[in-house]
């Protein structure tokens, strides 16, 4: 039964339509204890004392945790998975305390944990822990971090400097070139912003601590856990139920896990917490924060021969576990996208500031660094289109400058299906139109390149049960992208039998071996391939015990339609060979650490009220290579959707703080998300000419592409209808004083 390519409808979707998800908030353990924390309303100061008397004495609170109290206990800090090997100045990581000991460091920290019978009590209890503190003045710009030292081991609030590149090569280029373009090109903070925020229930049983918690990587979460708790990983089981969103904030664990299930054991009952979006807007983790000044260096005939970018990566107040790596060597991956750029230098300085932690948000690095390449291009001026055709890479493999090996890809012919499918030759006239009712009409044609692969190596298991069924348990984890239906249709596919056979395990650390789970677009690649692995021992193992019945020569079964047969019809089905043989099982696991590079060009139109400032997009497009695409239907949907976050960015999100480090975008009604009615079709064109050889299926990782296209192409239509350059987010009043203060002719596209 080949199912590869079909565009199935999810089978979760079954549930969920009808409000049978299996969701943290809806699991509800006998005696389960309310927990809620108590978080600083500073974005600096000295903690002096907390006084937790008067909430101890509160009907119904069971206990009341600090940091002394976690640090008696002997918890240790939470710990960034990153060296930065080879860093200039290496990683200097502070101790990240999981409940604040000797300061707070950014709005929303937690200072205390109180636990009690309802939330009301454990809310009431909160107002009553008195906290002594002593309000220092906030670090809050990156780009002049002076001021206090956030922690004793960065004096001058660096966290680090690092760089990869040839600096000679890229100085010769510099100084042989016909015209330099250099742009300070920033990327916002933004964040995740899922629809079901962060939410736990711990507890204690049989000796060990469980974590029921809505995370995207349940192994890596574990043993960050563990490590904090001084136990063996072991001891502590962590299962993910159904996920609503996460986009990368929840692939980590966060100090509330470690304070919840230290509280857990003390108690030796469940204790429950449902965070409140507005504390995770103020204390989970934030996205990009990285502002580029780069240079790009051209040849007398438009020939791009060096890029040199100097960066600013803003920590926040706390190394996250993968904060460090996003704007580092993830970025570098894409630096200089889809362009032939014979010499590249990238150099980043990371700094702490009193904000929110910066962990990987969907893209993680790789959204920036192609911003500044394809900004670059739209700050040439003159004939941009030419200029990205004259240097897309052409010719496969390639080395880039920093060391990728792109095998294949078809660059150019995706810019210009995209020209044409967007009736660029048609813009002209549109844009009349427009002028024509006092408004300015912008068109934006870039380019994207994706390099997915996130943690390499992962693991899988077939089982064949008695009653028919098939267990497929996978180490990647789903949080919304449709797994439950995507993998049983590629195992249905290798083992020739319906989709609808398959039971779907994932992101228990009881019952999945090990795994990588959820980030870098890794899925179908890392887990896909184990997949196929698996299956292959599985039948192997199957045709062993079907030959053994049946009294023949394993190599003179013939195997279809999950049955084997003889040339003589005598055959076994897979169910009756578990039936006779017992469970059947093939387990296999890959060290696979190659990349894919899912690659495309997206175009976007937009019209600009000059009088209001207002943008509306009226159009989209995406030409993309996914290589093999497995389930079309599926994989439209989860480029739409990183294409909205895309559009979000470029036109109206921003995560922002004030000069003493309070949070101004707190909540929705103060953080703008695109509506459906922002957007317009989202068109999005698959092409299957050039399947990649990292992994047996051919397939590349779309989870984040979305994402990293769609800012530079909604912002070069709004710097098209503008004349004039601007940075994200494009809001109207940005727009309208960019037309104020700077009103020319458009250029030609």
């Given at each position: 039964m080949?199912?590869?390519?079909?565009?199935?409808?999810?089978?979760?979707?079954?549930?969920?339509?009808?409000?049978?998800?299996?969701?943290?908030?809806?699991?509800?353990?006998?005696?389960?204890?309310?927990?809620?924390?108590?978080?600083?309303?500073?974005?600096?100061?000295?903690?002096?004392?907390?006084?937790?008397?008067?909430?101890?004495?509160?009907?119904?609170?069971?206990?009341?945790?600090?940091?002394a109290?976690?640090?008696?206990?002997?918890?240790?800090?939470?710990?960034?998975?990153?060296?930065?090997?080879?860093?200039?100045?290496?990683?200097?990581?502070?101790?990240?305390?999981?409940?604040a000991?000797?300061?707070?460091?950014?709005?929303?920290?937690?200072?205390?944990l109180?636990?009690?019978?309802?939330?009301?009590?454990?809310?009431?209890?909160?107002?009553?822990?008195?906290?002594?503190?002593?309000?220092?003045?906030?670090?809050?710009?990156?780009?002049?971090?002076?001021?206090?030292?956030?922690?004793?081991?960065?004096?001058?609030?660096?966290?680090?400097l690092?760089?990869?590149?040839?600096?000679?090569?890229?100085?010769?280029s510099?100084?042989?070139?016909?015209?330099?373009i250099?742009?300070?090109i920033p990327?916002?903070?933004?964040t995740?912003?899922?629809?079901?925020?962060?939410?736990?229930?711990?507890?204690?049983?049989?000796?060990?601590?469980?974590?029921?918690?809505?995370?995207?990587?349940?192994h890596?979460?574990?043993?960050q856990?563990?490590?904090t708790?001084?136990?063996?990983?072991?001891?502590?089981?962590v299962?993910?139920p159904?996920?609503?969103?996460?986009?990368g904030?929840?692939?980590?664990?966060?100090?509330?896990?470690?304070?919840?299930?230290?509280?857990?054991?003390?108690?030796?009952?469940?204790?429950?917490?449902?965070?409140?979006?507005?504390?995770?807007?103020?204390?989970?983790?934030?996205g990009?924060?990285?502002?580029?000044?780069?240079?790009?260096?051209?040849?007398?005939?438009?020939?791009?021969?060096?890029?040199d970018?100097?960066?600013?990566?803003?920590?926040?107040?706390?190394?996250s576990?993968?904060?460090?790596?996003?704007?580092?060597?993830?970025?570098?991956?894409?630096?200089?996208?889809?362009y032939?750029?014979?010499?590249?230098?990238?150099?980043?300085?990371?700094?702490?500031?009193?904000?929110?932690?910066?962990?990987?948000?969907?893209?993680?690095?790789?959204?920036?660094?192609?911003?500044l390449?394809?900004?670059?291009?739209?700050?040439?001026?003159?004939?941009?289109?030419?200029?990205?055709?004259?240097?897309?890479?052409?010719?496969?493999?390639?080395?880039?400058?920093?060391?990728?090996?792109?095998?294949?890809?078809?660059f150019?012919?995706?810019?210009q299906?995209?020209?044409?499918?967007?009736?660029?030759?048609?813009?002209?006239?549109?844009?009349?139109?427009?002028?024509?009712?006092?408004?300015?009409?912008?068109?934006?044609?870039?380019?994207?390149?994706?390099?997915?692969?996130?943690?390499?190596?992962?693991?899988?298991?077939?089982?064949?049960?008695?009653?028919?069924?098939?267990?497929?348990?996978?180490?990647?984890?789903?949080?919304?992208?449709?797994?439950?239906?995507?993998f049983?249709?590629?195992?249905?596919?290798?083992?020739?039998?319906?989709?609808?056979?398959?039971r779907?395990?994932?992101a228990?650390?009881d019952?999945?071996?090990?795994?990588?789970?959820?980030?870098?677009?890794?899925?179908?690649?890392?887990?896909?391939?184990?997949?196929?692995?698996?299956?292959?021992?599985?039948?192997?193992?199957?045709?062993?015990?079907?030959?053994?019945?049946?009294?023949?020569?394993?190599?003179?079964?013939?195997?279809?339609?999950?049955?084997?047969?003889l040339?003589?019809?005598?055959?076994?089905?897979?169910?009756?060979?578990?039936?006779?043989?017992?469970?059947?099982?093939?387990?296999?696991?890959?060290?696979?650490?190659?990349?894919?590079?899912?690659n495309?060009?997206?175009?976007a139109?937009?019209?600009?009220?000059?009088?209001?400032?207002?943008?509306?997009?009226?159009?989209?497009?995406?030409?993309?290579?996914?290589?093999?695409?497995?389930?079309?239907?599926?994989?439209?949907?989860?480029?739409?959707?990183?294409?909205?976050?895309?559009?979000?960015?470029?036109?109206?999100?921003?995560?922002?703080?004030?000069?003493?480090?309070?949070?101004?975008s707190?909540?929705?009604?103060?953080?703008?998300?695109?509506?459906?009615?922002?957007?317009?079709?989202?068109?999005?064109?698959?092409?299957?000419?050039?399947?990649?050889?990292?992994?047996?299926?051919?397939?590349?990782?779309s989870?984040?592409?979305g994402?990293?296209?769609?800012?530079?192409?909604?912002?070069?239509?709004?710097?098209?209808?503008?004349?004039?350059?601007?940075?994200?987010?494009?809001?109207?009043?940005?727009v309208?004083?960019?037309?104020?203060?700077?009103?020319?002719?458009?250029?030609?596209?």
């Open positions: 080949t199912v590869f390519g079909a565009p199935l409808r999810r089978f979760e979707d079954a549930r969920f339509l009808v409000g049978r998800g299996d969701y943290v908030a809806d699991r509800v353990l006998p005696g389960a204890l309310r927990a809620v924390f108590l978080r600083s309303p500073h974005a600096h100061a000295k903690l002096l004392s907390v006084e937790v008397e008067a909430a101890r004495a509160i009907p119904g609170v069971r206990l009341v945790v600090t940091g109290d976690l640090a008696t206990a002997g918890i240790g800090s939470l710990r960034c998975a990153n060296t930065l090997a080879g860093a200039e100045i290496p990683l200097r990581e502070p101790p990240r305390p999981c409940l000991t000797d300061r707070v460091r950014h709005v929303g920290e937690a200072v205390a109180v636990v009690a019978e309802t939330e009301a009590q454990a809310l009431d209890a909160a107002e009553l822990v008195a906290v002594d503190y002593e309000a220092l003045p906030a670090v809050t710009d990156p780009l002049d971090p002076s001021g206090p030292a956030l922690h004793d081991i960065a004096p001058d609030n660096l966290a680090f690092w760089s990869k590149g040839d600096t000679e090569a890229v100085r010769d510099f100084a042989r070139a016909a015209r330099v250099e742009a300070t990327n916002q903070r933004v995740c912003a899922p629809i079901e925020p962060r939410a736990a229930l711990a507890w204690e049983e049989g000796g060990r601590l469980h974590l029921l918690c809505n995370g995207q990587a349940v890596g979460m574990r043993s856990i563990a490590s708790m001084g136990l063996e990983p072991e001891a502590l089981h299962v993910a159904d996920v609503g969103g996460g986009f904030v929840k692939n980590v664990a966060f100090p509330e896990h470690v304070a919840l299930l230290h509280a857990a054991r003390r108690l030796g009952a469940p204790v429950r917490w449902i965070s409140t979006q507005a504390e995770d807007f103020a204390a989970s983790a934030h990009r924060a990285l502002h580029g000044t780069a240079r790009l260096a051209l040849d007398g005939e438009g020939r791009m021969l060096a890029l970018v100097q960066a600013v990566a803003e920590m926040g107040a706390y190394l576990l993968h904060g460090p790596h996003c704007p580092t060597n993830a970025a570098s991956t894409a630096m200089g996208g889809c032939d750029i014979p010499a590249i230098r990238f150099s980043v300085r990371g700094v702490f500031t009193n904000a929110a932690p910066v962990e990987a948000y969907r893209g993680a690095g790789k959204p920036e660094a192609n911003f390449i394809e900004s670059l291009i739209e700050l040439a001026g003159g004939e941009r289109h030419d200029l990205r055709a004259r240097n897309l890479i052409a010719s496969h493999p390639h080395r880039t400058a920093l060391g990728m090996n792109i095998l294949e890809g078809a150019p012919e995706r810019l299906e995209a020209a044409r499918l967007a009736d660029r030759a048609g813009f002209a006239g549109r844009r009349r139109d427009s002028e024509a009712r006092g408004k300015l009409r912008g068109f934006g044609l870039t380019c994207f390149l994706e390099t997915a692969r996130g943690s390499p190596g992962e693991w899988a298991r077939l089982r064949l049960l008695k009653d028919g069924g098939v267990e497929l348990a996978v180490g990647t984890q789903s949080n919304g992208q449709g797994h439950e239906t995507s049983p249709q590629y195992a249905a596919t290798l083992l020739d039998i319906p989709p609808e056979a398959f779907y395990v994932q228990d650390t019952r999945i071996v090990r795994g990588n789970g959820h980030g870098g677009a890794r899925s179908l690649h890392m887990g896909g391939e184990a997949i196929r692995l698996a299956a292959a021992a599985l039948l192997a193992s199957a045709r062993t015990a079907a030959a053994r019945l049946l009294q023949c020569d394993p190599n003179a079964l013939h195997y279809t339609a999950g049955r084997f047969t040339t003589d019809c005598r055959g076994l089905d897979l169910v009756e060979v578990a039936a006779l043989e017992g469970a059947l099982e093939g387990e296999a696991a890959h060290g696979v650490d190659l990349v894919t590079f899912p495309g060009a997206h175009a139109e937009v019209e600009v009220d000059p009088e209001t400032g207002e943008v509306a997009l009226l159009s989209y497009l995406a030409v993309d290579d996914y290589g093999r695409v497995l389930n079309p239907l599926l994989l439209r949907g989860s480029v739409q959707g990183g294409l909205a976050q895309g559009i979000g960015q470029a036109m109206m999100e921003r995560i922002a703080y004030d000069a003493d480090g309070q949070l101004l707190a909540g929705f009604s103060d953080y703008a998300m695109p509506r459906a009615s922002d957007l317009p079709e989202l068109r999005v064109e698959l092409r299957e000419d050039q399947p990649t050889e990292a992994n047996g299926l051919g397939v590349k990782g989870g984040q592409a994402c990293i296209a769609a800012p530079q192409a909604v912002m070069a239509a709004i710097r098209d209808a503008l004349g004039a350059d601007i940075t994200m987010p494009a809001t109207p009043e940005k309208w004083r960019a037309i104020s203060s700077r009103p020319r002719a458009p250029g030609p596209r």
